[in-house]
């Protein structure tokens, strides 16, 4: 199993720059890849952002140049920088962990979800 908490979410002005974290416990080995996610209000949750455990960085196409995925010790850190926020960026921003196992041990491909952080931008 995989626990992950996610936190630097805040109220920044347009123009502005935050970094979430993500820290991951539990099965780390198991990891293959871990994501940022957002949702914001009665829109669809929306990939952000992916890093595999090899270091690949992968961003939808539809995602702006000005968010960069990070990861550290071993995948037990992942960030992502967010530069020169606009309003549309506001959002819960959740981590995702993709395991390549499930709770119970089988080899299962399986996501895990942080609670998520509030990313709030004034305009």
């Known amino acids: 199993q995989v626990q992950l908490v996610e936190s630097g979410g805040g109220l920044v002005q347009s123009g502005g720059s935050l970094r979430l974290s993500c820290a991951a416990s539990g099965i780390i080995f198991s990891i293959n890849s871990m994501s940022w996610y957002r949702q914001a209000p009665g829109k669809q949750r929306e990939l952000v952002a992916t890093?595999?455990?090899?270091?690949?960085?992968n961003y939808p196409t539809s995602m702006p140049g000005r968010f960069t995925i990070s990861a550290a010790n071993d995948m037990r850190m992942v960030y992502l920088q967010m530069n020169n926020l606009k309003p549309e960026d506001a959002a819960v921003y959740y981590c995702?962990?993709?395991?390549?196992?499930?709770?119970?041990?089988?080899?299962?491909?399986?996501?895990?979800w942080g609670q998520g952080t509030q990313v709030t931008v004034s305009s």
């Open positions: 890093i595999t455990s090899g270091g690949r960085k």
């Open positions: 995702n962990a993709l395991s390549a196992y499930n709770d119970v041990g089988a080899a299962i491909p399986t996501h895990y």
